[in-house]
Antibody, heavy 121, light 108 residues
Framework: VQLVESGGALVKPGGSLRLSCEAS????????MNWVRQAPGKGLEWIAT????????YYADSVKGRFTVSRDNAVNSLFLEMNGLKADDTAMYFC???????????????WGPGTLVTVSS | ETVMTQSPATLSVSRGGTVTLSCRAS??????LAWYQQKPGQAPRLLIY???TRAAGIPARFTGSGSGTDFTLTISSLQSEDSAVYYC??????????FGPGTKLSIK
């Protein structure tokens, strides 16, 4: 199992960014996927989950209405569209996989190395 | 929202010893509880899920227990490589999914 995030960058407050996570080594189509972030020197914060067939999507209140999670099973990729970025969104963003297939259990058994998003003027 | 707390915040234990980390939920989460290990500069790694089931490849030195609101992670035969921050996370009746603030473990 391999997850590799990309798209992190320095962006100004109010700006937008699109993160990607490329998955390999497993059948991406049957696993729910998630985004978890970690501000510098801080703990872990779950921010979004998408079911294996994109029917179910869930967000943390801190990003609801600003971030959109999506996936393209044809190319084994997970995305996070981020709009209205704030300084508080500065963090390492991790892509994670749910442990059981065909479920929304939120046991994060695989993690990518993360991609850094910095929001600053 | 279920708030997770962990204690202690930091601790230092001798190599070869045993340590028990605590995690408490503000309301019952049944056994919908996971533990993660995060070393500096690395992504977290799943250690335990369903409160007491070891994830694939996790040695038997790591033991999770508890249910409801009180959980523990016990690590025996401590090795220098166990130095890390340990997080608990609930996934009961979500969203939201929430993590505890972490316990930083140092091996002397």
């Amino acid at each position: 199992v391999q997850l590799v995030e990309s798209g992190g960058a320095l962006v100004k407050p109010g700006g937008s960014l699109r993160l990607s996570c490329e998955a390999s080594g497993f059948n991406f189509n049957i696993y729910s996927m998630n985004w978890v972030r970690q501000a510098p020197g801080k703990g872990l914060e779950w921010i979004a989950t998408i079911g294996y067939n994109s029917v179910h999507k869930y967000y943390a209140d801190s990003v609801k209405g600003r971030f959109t999670v999506s996936r393209d099973n044809a190319v084994n990729s997970l995305f996070l569209e981020m709009n209205g970025l704030k300084a508080d969104d500065t963090a390492m963003y991790f892509c994670t996989r749910d442990r059981p297939s065909y479920s929304l259990v939120a046991e994060f058994d695989s993690w990518g190395p993360g991609t850094l998003v910095t929001v600053s003027s | 929202e279920t708030v997770m707390t962990q204690s202690p915040a930091t601790l230092s234990v001798s190599r070869g010893g045993t340590v028990t980390l605590s995690c408490r939920a503000s309301q019952s989460v049944g056994t919908d509880l996971a533990w993660y290990q995060q070393k500096p500069g690395q992504a977290p790694r799943l250690l335990i899920y369903a409160a007491s089931t070891r994830a694939a490849g996790i040695p038997a030195r790591f033991t999770g227990s508890g249910s409801g609101t009180d959980f523990t992670l016990t690590i025996s035969s401590l090795q220098s490589e166990d130095s890390a921050v340990y997080y608990c996370q609930h996934y009961n009746n979500w969203p939201p999914i929430t993590f505890g603030p972490g316990t930083k473990l140092s091996i002397k």
